[in-house]
Nanobody, 124 residues
Framework: QVQLVESGGGLVQAGGSLRLSCAAS????????VGWFRQAPGKEREFAAA????????YYADSVRARFTISRDSAKKTVTLQMNSLKPEDTAVYYC?????????????????WGQGTQVTVSS
């Protein structure tokens, strides 16, 4: 079992940057694929980025590729999402999610564990 806690959200102007962190508990964190999803008001939850088990394969949604960078520190049990060149349309609650012993997926239903979310607001 793993528990996830996100941090780092906030309010930023368009063009700015934020760094989100997902801290995990549990001894087997290295066996999880970890993804970031986001949900804007009135919209469905959507995939943003993920770092996979076992290879560390990284995958981005087209909407964030070249602006967001996901990274994993297995020793610290954290996954970070560096978000640059933020746009107002990036405004959403951002969730960290994990799936055990499985590769990267864009489908939220395939992730078993979720954090509580952190709000990111980008002003124009």
């Amino acid at each position: 079992q793993v528990q996830l806690v996100e941090s780092g959200g906030g309010l930023v102007q368009a063009g700015g940057s934020l760094r989100l962190s997902c801290a995990a508990s549990g001894r087997t964190f290295s066996q999880y694929t970890v993804g970031w999803f986001r949900q804007a008001p009135g919209k469905e939850r959507e995939f943003a980025a993920a770092v996979g088990w076992p290879s560390g394969f990284i995958y981005y949604a087209d909407s964030v590729r070249a602006r967001f960078t996901i990274s994993r520190d297995s020793a610290k049990k954290t996954v970070t999402l560096q978000m640059n060149s933020l746009k107002p349309e990036d405004t959403a609650v951002y969730y960290c999610a994990a799936r055990l012993l499985a590769p990267v997926s864009r489908t939220s239903d395939e992730y078993q564990h979720w954090g509580q979310g952190t709000q990111v607001t980008v002003s124009s």
